[in-house]
């Protein structure tokens, strides 16, 4: 499954992370909900991190078609706000 973070480019992962990444996206879906910018940062930072270690790097010159696409990890709580879904960032 092909996956872009904005402003890094895109990697590879495996269909058995989505359900973890599904409750990293929960998590950071909860803290907009609360306002909390906080708890949105420490979420954001740690489902950008999930992907990353659990992930392969496609090569820079690369443009896979991507199943989702995941902000950049210094974008504002309305950032990701308008990026959300109705099942978050991560379909599924």
Same mark, same amino acid.
């Given at each position: ?19 973890? @990444? ?5 998590? #950071?879906?909860? +803290?907009?909900? %609360?306002? &909390? $910018? ?24 690369? @443009? ?5 696409? #995941?902000?950049? +990890?210094?974008? %504002?709580? &309305? $950032? ?13």
């Amino acid at each position: 499954m092909i996956v872009r973070i904005m402003g890094e480019g895109q990697v590879d992962l495996t269909e058995a992370d989505l359900e973890l @990444l599904n409750e990293f996206d929960a998590a #950071l879906e909860a +803290a907009i909900e %609360s306002g &909390d $910018e906080a708890t949105f940062r420490t979420a954001l930072h740690d489902l950008l991190e999930k992907v990353r270690q659990d992930s392969k790097p496609l090569p820079p010159d690369s @443009l896979e078609p991507s199943q989702f696409i #995941l902000p950049h +990890a210094e974008a %504002s709580m &309305d $950032e990701v706000r308008e990026m959300l879904q109705d099942d978050g960032l991560i379909p599924g």
